[in-house]
């Protein structure tokens, strides 16, 4: 997968995303607070990952202060699934891993991958499946700015066979970790994803962000 250098909140921060994707601001009204990039393409990439209704989204929230970074990390995800209507006690934590940014090495980065019912997707069962949203959740806990910058990578799960391939990854992972399972495949590109954004993360001007 190819990617390209995109300029985020008017240059102050830069950073480096799939290539081909469309900045949603151009179709609808964004927060300022957030980016949005869609996949303008109504099938999948060469590589199997990008899909119809994958997308990118990087958002600049207000730093969250509890007793460990895993625990702001379970609180923004709380937050997240609430405003796509899932419960907590309805979503969870596949993987957890950190990322290492080299232009800002003192400041914290993590990915998560997480699993919840796709009730924003449509239907919420396909036959006797449920419906899944993955969400490869990266955040950055940036300093000096008091700021968690949030990168999500919204995967619906909705074919009948990628569907089935999540539940026995979710079921034995150990198992079914491999390049034969499909719904692994998508997750580690997803992974690979957000890992790039997060490590290529630049902020090119701190003075926007009154400092």
């Not at 799939?18 to 060469?46: C, H, M, W, Y």
């Not at 899909?51 to 509890?66: C, G, K, Y």
């Not at 596949?94 to 449509?122: C, F, M, R, T």
Request: hydrophobic share 40%; glycine share 6%.
């Amino acid at each position: 997968m190819s990617y390209v250098k995109q300029q985020l909140y008017g240059g102050a921060i830069t950073t480096h995303i799939p290539n081909g994707l469309l900045d949603a601001s151009t179709l609808r009204q964004i927060p300022d607070s957030q980016e949005v990039f869609l996949n303008p393409k109504l099938d999948a990439d060469s590589e199997g990952m990008l899909r119809e209704d994958d997308t990118l989204i990087i958002e600049l929230m207000e730093r969250l202060e509890n007793d460990t970074d895993l625990d702001s990390i379970k609180e923004h995800l709380s937050e997240i699934s609430n405003l796509n209507g899932v419960g907590k006690t309805e979503w969870q934590i596949l993987k957890l891993h950190e990322v290492l940014n080299p232009s800002l090495i003192e400041d914290k980065a993590y990915i998560a991958v997480v699993s919840e019912p796709a009730k924003k997707w449509g239907r919420e069962t396909e036959g006797t499946i449920e419906l899944t949203l993955v969400l490869v959740f990266g955040i950055l806990r940036i300093n000096k700015l008091e700021t968690d910058l949030l990168v999500n990578l919204n995967l619906p799960f909705k074919a009948a066979a990628e569907l089935k391939a999540l539940k026995a990854l979710m079921e034995d992972e150990e198992t079914h970790a491999n390049e034969g399972n499909s719904a692994w495949k998508r997750i580690s590109q997803g992974d690979a994803v957000v890992t790039k954004v997060l490590e290529s993360m630049r902020i090119e001007d701190w003075g926007l962000f009154g400092m």
